[in-house]
Nanobody, 118 residues
Framework: QVQLIESGGGLVQAGGSLRLSCLASGRTFSTHRMGWFRQAPGKERELVASIWWRSGNTLYVDSVKGRFTISRDNAKNMVYLQMNSLKPEDTAVYYC???????????WGQGTQVTVSR
């Protein structure tokens, strides 16, 4: 089992920045990759960014490229999402995910709300 706790959400004006953090505990030694997802009201959950735990390789959805940066601290079992130039359409609940294999994500946090006002 892996437990994930997100923090750092909040209310910000358009053009502002936020940094989300996710602390992983439990069976973290077998982590394959971690990611940030988001879900806006009435929409499906979408993958925003992924980071491969060993290599540090990253992957982003097109809508956040150049604005968001995912990073990790393996020693602290932390993953971060730096979000710059935020837009109202970035408003959503953001979730941290953990994948133990190259397949689908296995574990999820409770989520943190990000609200971007116009």
């Amino acid at each position: 089992q892996v437990q994930l706790i997100e923090s750092g959400g909040g209310l910000v004006q358009a053009g502002g920045s936020l940094r989300l953090s996710c602390l992983a505990s439990g069976r973290t030694f077998s982590t394959h990759r971690m990611g940030w997802f988001r879900q806006a009201p009435g929409k499906e959950r979408e993958l925003v960014a992924s980071i491969w735990w060993r290599s540090g390789n990253t992957l982003y959805v097109d809508s956040v490229k150049g604005r968001f940066t995912i990073s990790r601290d393996n020693a602290k079992n932390m993953v971060y999402l730096q979000m710059n130039s935020l837009k109202p359409e970035d408003t959503a609940v953001y979730y941290c995910g953990n994948a133990q294999t190259p397949g689908p994500y296995d574990y999820w946090g409770q989520g943190t709300q990000v609200t971007v006002s116009r």
